[in-house]
């Protein structure tokens, strides 16, 4: 049976770990109490997240992270699967999906969390290790996997796609990387989004 994603984090900020090389340069200990989404191999960097969201199976084959928080991943349900994964329906297309059995995959896991995040009725994301370049922060994905040399390309074009969902939904999203090639959501630093979660 597939999930639906409950209203649950309403109104609260959510700190996403992106895979970006940045995420080697922030103290991710300062999240601790904070509600904290990572994404694929990132969950090895902060693995007192409490959800970890995947979108290709091929990479659960791999890795089968030793996760003790949440697992969501998108369609299809594989045999791979171990029963407590939450599955949800895959939207193939960009924007945001309103229906909690559906979450948008387009290019990039990232705007898989994201949508997710507002899903559950969080008002602000701040996002560490978006950065647009480089390779990730965590081990390399195997080679055969296929590299396109135009992908971050292809994920700023699917994250632009969600600003103005976003804004209609009236959800913040912050870059934390001020050094990012990704800057269709504005910047800011950790201090201030603790800074925001404590008001």
């Known amino acids: 049976m597939r999930w639906r994603v409950p209203r649950d ?15 080697s340069e922030v103290d991710l200990n300062r999240l601790r109490g904070q509600r904290v989404v ?3 191999g990132s969950y090895a960097v902060y693995p007192q997240a409490d959800t970890l969201v995947f979108t290709d199976v091929r990479w659960w084959g791999k890795y089968k ?7 969501i991943t998108i369609d299809p349900v594989h045999k791979l699967y171990p029963k407590t994964i939450k599955v949800l329906d895959r939207q ?6 309103n229906d ?3 979450l948008t ?4 896991s990232m705007t898989t969390a994201i949508n997710l995040i507002v899903l559950r009725g969080a008002s602000r994301i701040a996002i560490i290790g978006l950065d647009g370049h ?5 081990d390399p994905y195997p080679m055969n996997w296929g590299r396109n040399r135009k992908r971050f390309y292809f994920h700023g074009e699917a994250l632009k796609a969600q600003v103005d969902p976003l804004k209609a939904m009236g959800v913040q999203v912050y870059n934390l990387n001020p050094h990012s090639t990704h800057k269709m959501f504005p910047f800011a630093t950790l201090d201030e989004m603790l800074m925001k979660e404590a008001a």
Request: proline residues 7%.
């Open 38 to 40: 990572v994404i694929n």
């Open 9 to 23: 984090w309403e109104g609260e900020t959510v700190f996403l770990i992106g895979g970006g090389p940045s995420v």
């Open 134 to 138: 480089g390779l990730w922060h965590h």
């Open 105 to 108: 995959c387009w290019h990039t």
């Open 100 to 102: 909690p059995s559906r």
């Open 92 to 97: 193939r297309s960009s924007g945001l999906s």
């Open 65 to 71: 992270p030793k996760f003790k928080g949440e697992i």
